[in-house]
């Protein structure tokens, strides 16, 4: 059905206009602006899910893995658990850590003059490789919840400019021809709306909770430089 048929039908009497009908009435232009918006939103819904499941998991194995460490297991037996495993979150930071330990006190020369140093080296790359994989694909929603609104309104004034043209063709300018082609051209930025609005509040909430992960990590990381500092000492002293 190209456009001015379909003016023809939304203009009819008892006429519906249903939003199915506003997309397949709408210019080419203005449908490649719907269906990239569309496609953006369930993008942002995809990111906006799946990141939800992996800080709810990744909580519920920092408050199990605090939990036991802090239950005075042997770090040795802990380690030995968790070393064969595939390790996210504290537990990465607890593996690397004490693997880099257990490195530096093999052979018969323990390199242990820097020690605290590599410790913490490798416990801020493991940090840092984290809040990488938290913050990872929220950029998307940032630029969907910036953009949305203004690719929204790039299809609107498109939408606009060719109403315009077809009253100016069929030299009629009453409502029942008016308003269809500026409620297809209004649907575009409808539709930025809704893609944008839930991309900036989820990216907000989203980016919070993984810079609260992020912290999580770092106040973990101290504690357990500070438990290392010690016992590295104490091999010094003695």
Do not use: C, K, V, Y
């Given at each position: 059905m190209n456009a001015d048929v379909a003016q023809v039908a939304l203009?009819?009497?008892n006429a519906s206009i249903s939003l199915l009908t506003l997309f397949w009435s709408a210019h080419i232009v203005v449908k490649l602006v719907m269906a990239g918006l569309f496609l953006a939103s369930v993008w942002c819904w995809a990111i906006i899910v799946d990141k939800i499941v992996l800080f709810l998991r990744t909580r519920r194995q920092m408050d199990h893995f605090e939990q036991v460490f802090w239950s005075g297991q042997s770090l040795e037996d802990l380690y030995?658990?968790?070393?064969?495993?595939?390790?996210?979150?504290?537990?990465?930071?607890?593996v690397a850590a004490m693997r880099e330990w257990k490195r530096s006190h093999e052979g018969g020369r323990p390199a242990i003059g820097s020690l605290q140093q590599r410790i913490d080296k490798v416990m801020d790359v493991t940090i840092n490789r984290e809040v990488e994989r938290f913050n990872s694909n929220l950029l998307v929603l940032a630029t969907i919840g910036a953009s949305g609104p203004f690719i929204g309104l790039f299809g609107t004034v498109w939408g606009i400019m060719t109403a315009f043209q077809g009253i100016a063709a069929s030299k009629n300018t009453s409502l029942a021809v008016v308003a269809p082609g500026i409620a297809e051209a209004l649907f575009a930025t409808a539709i930025g709306l809704v893609a944008s609005i839930p991309a900036v509040i989820a990216y907000n909430k989203l980016s919070s909770d993984a810079g609260a992960l992020g912290n999580r990590l770092e106040t973990f990381a101290d504690e357990f430089?500070?438990?290392l500092s010690r016992?590295?000492?104490?091999r010094h002293a003695a």
């Open positions: 203009a009819a009497p030995r658990t968790l070393s064969a495993r595939n390790n996210n979150g504290m537990p990465a930071l607890f430089s500070a438990i016992q590295i000492d104490e």
